[in-house]
C-alpha cells in the first residue's frame, strides 16, 4: 500500500497539532490545580463547619463517644460493650472507626480494664477532671 505525501503532511500537521495541544491541556490543568487549591483552601473552614468538625477534627460521633464516657461512665474505664449499648453504635464501628484517632489524638486510652478519657479531651470540651479520680499514668 502507497502512502501518498500529502497524507504524510497532513499526519505530521495532526501529530504536531496534538503535541500542542497537550502542551496546552498541561498548562491549563497547572492553572486548574493552583485556583483549585486556592478556592478549597478558603472554603476548607466553612466545610468544616458545616459538617461539625472541630479544631481537633472531631466529628459529631466521636463526641458524642467522649462526652458519653465522660458524663455517664466518669471519665472510664468503661467496656467497649457498654460504650457501644449507650451511643448506639456497632462496637466493630467504634473499635475500628472512631477509636483509633482518638487514640492516636490522645483523648481516648485502652486499658485493660477498659477505655478511659485522657486530661486532653477533658481541657478540649473545657470540663475539669473528676477530682480523686486516677489517670492512667497516676501512682498510688
Not at 468544616?48 to 462526652?67: A, C, P, S, Y
Not at 468503661?78 to 483509633?100: C, F, H, Q, W
Amino acid at each position: 500500500m502507497k502512502i501518498s505525501p500529502r497524507a504524510i503532511r497532513y499526519a505530521r500537521l495532526k501529530q504536531a497539532q496534538a503535541g500542542s495541544a497537550k502542551r496546552s491541556l498541561h498548562r491549563r490543568d497547572a492553572e486548574d490545580a493552583e485556583f483549585t487549591q486556592r478556592v478549597e483552601s478558603s472554603l476548607r473552614p466553612l466545610a468544616l463547619n458545616r459538617m461539625e468538625v472541630d479544631t481537633f477534627g472531631l466529628d459529631e460521633i466521636d463526641r458524642k463517644l467522649l462526652t458519653s464516657i465522660i458524663e455517664k461512665f466518669n471519665g472510664g474505664p468503661v467496656g467497649l460493650g457498654t460504650i457501644s449499648a449507650s451511643i448506639s453504635e456497632e462496637r466493630d464501628s467504634i473499635e475500628e472507626i472512631i477509636e483509633p484517632y482518638l487514640i492516636q489524638i490522645g483523648f481516648l486510652n485502652r486499658t485493660p480494664r477498659g477505655r478511659m478519657v485522657t486530661r486532653l479531651a477533658y481541657e478540649h470540651f473545657g470540663l475539669a477532671p473528676m477530682p480523686g479520680k486516677p489517670t492512667l499514668f497516676d501512682t498510688e
